[in-house]
């Protein structure tokens, strides 16, 4: 509920061009690290964490970027069984860092993939395996606008019966 309330005010302040962000110069790896570790405790699930052994040093607002691997996280444990793992991968590449967080779920069929990310957009046949009932469809455009705002862009990889993966890139250095 908490989640839900919070979404909605972020989509009034996004409509009213108020969503700013608090940039400061993080550790990006140590974000993703506390994102999984609160989702694993929330959820009593196997999350399996792959970060580079150093810090990933960059600018970004880290409540909101927090929010975003935090979404992804509570999507991948709503759509996955209780015994599939999820992973949450932290690499860099060329001047991006790149967060993906991986589910072993059902997939997403083909024609639902552009829509994703708008608002209110929701899976017509995704069946809820765990966790919280399904949302609004507010949380994956939300993720968007955070991204964007970053000046970056998070997308998705997924075929039906494989799993899903959600990713998003954010520059390592500003110029």
Not at 15 to 32: F, M, T, V, W, Y
Not at 131 to 142: H, K
Request: glycine share 8%; net charge negative.
């Amino acid at each position: 509920m908490e989640r839900l309330v919070k979404d909605l005010l972020d989509v009034t302040r996004i409509d009213a061009g108020k969503l700013a962000l608090r940039l400061q110069l993080c550790n990006l790896a140590e974000i993703c690290q506390q994102a999984a570790e609160e989702e694993q405790l929330i959820s009593n699930r196997n999350i399996v964490l792959e970060l580079p052994a150093g810090p990933v040093s960059i600018e970004i607002d880290p409540e909101r970027i927090t929010q975003v691997i935090s979404n992804l996280l509570a999507n991948a444990i709503k759509y996955t069984r209780k015994d599939c793992p999820i992973t949450v991968r932290l690499r860099q590449e060329e001047g991006q860092a790149r967060v993906a967080v991986h589910d072993e779920g059902e997939g997403i069929a083909a024609e639902a993939m552009p829509h994703l990310f708008e608002r209110f957009y929701r899976v017509s046949d995704a069946e809820v395996r765990g966790g919280a009932q399904a949302g609004l469809g507010l949380g994956l455009y939300i993720c968007r606008v955070i991204i964007e705002l970053h000046h970056d862009q998070i997308g998705v990889e997924s075929q039906p019966g494989q799993g899903t993966t959600f990713w998003f890139t954010l520059p390592t250095h500003r110029t």
